[in-house]
Protein backbone atom coordinates (compact mmCIF):
# COMPACT_ATOMS: atom_id res chain seq x y z
CA UNK A 1 0.00 0.00 0.00
CA UNK A 2 1.11 3.25 -1.21
CA UNK A 3 1.77 6.36 1.58
CA UNK A 4 0.52 8.71 -0.75
CA UNK A 5 -2.58 9.17 -2.39
CA UNK A 6 -3.25 11.06 -5.75
CA UNK A 7 -7.18 10.63 -5.25
CA UNK A 8 -9.35 13.38 -6.24
CA UNK A 9 -6.45 16.13 -6.98
CA UNK A 10 -7.11 18.77 -9.61
CA UNK A 11 -10.27 16.60 -10.63
CA UNK A 12 -12.31 18.64 -13.07
CA UNK A 13 -15.57 16.87 -13.86
CA UNK A 14 -18.31 17.85 -16.65
CA UNK A 15 -21.91 16.27 -16.82
CA UNK A 16 -22.22 14.72 -20.38
CA UNK A 17 -25.13 12.99 -22.06
CA UNK A 18 -24.41 9.51 -21.37
CA UNK A 19 -24.98 6.54 -24.84
CA UNK A 20 -26.14 3.14 -23.66
CA UNK A 21 -22.96 1.69 -23.17
CA UNK A 22 -21.06 4.15 -20.48
CA UNK A 23 -20.67 2.47 -17.17
CA UNK A 24 -19.51 4.08 -14.06
CA UNK A 25 -14.98 3.69 -13.96
CA UNK A 26 -14.58 3.26 -17.52
CA UNK A 27 -13.18 5.24 -20.32
CA UNK A 28 -15.24 7.42 -22.36
CA UNK A 29 -15.21 9.74 -26.09
CA UNK A 30 -17.67 12.23 -26.59
CA UNK A 31 -19.96 11.34 -29.88
CA UNK A 32 -22.05 13.89 -30.55
CA UNK A 33 -22.68 17.55 -29.01
CA UNK A 34 -22.78 16.84 -25.33
CA UNK A 35 -22.77 13.48 -25.45
CA UNK A 36 -20.19 10.79 -24.43
CA UNK A 37 -20.32 6.75 -25.12
CA UNK A 38 -18.13 3.98 -24.54
CA UNK A 39 -14.45 3.68 -26.29
CA UNK A 40 -13.80 1.01 -28.83
CA UNK A 41 -10.26 -0.78 -28.59
CA UNK A 42 -7.38 1.91 -29.48
CA UNK A 43 -9.72 4.80 -29.40
CA UNK A 44 -8.69 8.28 -28.06
CA UNK A 45 -10.58 9.31 -24.73
CA UNK A 46 -11.82 11.94 -23.31
CA UNK A 47 -11.95 10.95 -19.21
CA UNK A 48 -13.25 8.59 -16.87
CA UNK A 49 -17.37 8.25 -16.38
CA UNK A 50 -18.95 8.28 -12.92
CA UNK A 51 -22.01 6.09 -12.85
CA UNK A 52 -24.27 7.57 -15.47
CA UNK A 53 -27.82 8.57 -14.00
CA UNK A 54 -30.68 9.69 -15.61
CA UNK A 55 -29.55 9.75 -18.93
CA UNK A 56 -26.88 11.55 -17.74
CA UNK A 57 -22.59 11.16 -16.50
CA UNK A 58 -20.29 13.38 -14.57
CA UNK A 59 -17.18 12.62 -16.79
CA UNK A 60 -13.67 13.23 -15.32
CA UNK A 61 -11.65 14.97 -17.78
CA UNK A 62 -8.55 16.60 -15.75
CA UNK A 63 -6.81 15.60 -12.52
CA UNK A 64 -5.77 12.63 -11.20
CA UNK A 65 -7.72 9.35 -11.72
CA UNK A 66 -7.67 5.57 -10.94
CA UNK A 67 -8.64 3.57 -14.08
CA UNK A 68 -8.16 -0.10 -15.46
CA UNK A 69 -5.40 -1.02 -17.30
CA UNK A 70 -4.51 -3.70 -19.91
CA UNK A 71 -0.90 -5.14 -21.51
CA UNK A 72 2.17 -2.99 -19.67
CA UNK A 73 2.68 0.18 -18.50
CA UNK A 74 5.09 2.09 -17.71
CA UNK A 75 6.07 5.25 -14.99
CA UNK A 76 6.12 8.74 -16.45
CA UNK A 77 4.18 10.22 -19.48
CA UNK A 78 2.35 7.75 -21.71
CA UNK A 79 0.39 7.87 -24.85
CA UNK A 80 -2.65 5.96 -23.84
CA UNK A 81 -5.80 4.18 -25.50
CA UNK A 82 -8.74 2.84 -24.74
CA UNK A 83 -8.55 -1.06 -24.36
CA UNK A 84 -12.31 -1.74 -25.66
CA UNK A 85 -13.11 -3.16 -21.80
CA UNK A 86 -13.57 -0.01 -20.09
CA UNK A 87 -9.78 0.73 -19.29
CA UNK A 88 -6.33 2.03 -20.83
CA UNK A 89 -3.62 0.52 -22.66
CA UNK A 90 -0.14 1.97 -23.87
CA UNK A 91 -0.32 2.80 -27.35
CA UNK A 92 1.17 4.76 -30.52
CA UNK A 93 -1.81 6.75 -30.82
CA UNK A 94 -4.12 8.22 -28.35
CA UNK A 95 -3.90 10.37 -25.18
CA UNK A 96 -1.22 11.76 -23.55
CA UNK A 97 -1.15 11.26 -19.42
CA UNK A 98 1.22 10.89 -16.58
CA UNK A 99 0.79 7.43 -15.08
CA UNK A 100 2.67 7.97 -11.48
CA UNK A 101 0.99 4.42 -10.15
CA UNK A 102 0.88 0.99 -11.64
CA UNK A 103 -0.15 -2.13 -9.10
CA UNK A 104 1.42 -4.50 -11.81
CA UNK A 105 -1.86 -6.31 -11.82
CA UNK A 106 -4.88 -3.78 -13.55
CA UNK A 107 -5.47 -0.34 -12.30
CA UNK A 108 -3.07 2.42 -12.38
CA UNK A 109 -3.72 5.91 -11.46
CA UNK A 110 -2.75 8.95 -14.03
CA UNK A 111 -3.26 12.29 -14.76
CA UNK A 112 -5.68 13.34 -17.32
Known sequence: MSKFSFEDIGAVVATFAAGSGVKGGQVVKVTENGTVDACGDGEAFCGVA???????????????VTVPYTGELTLGWATLAANGSGGVKANSTGVQALVVSVDGVDTAVVCL
Open 50 to 64: MEPRKGGAAVQVKGF
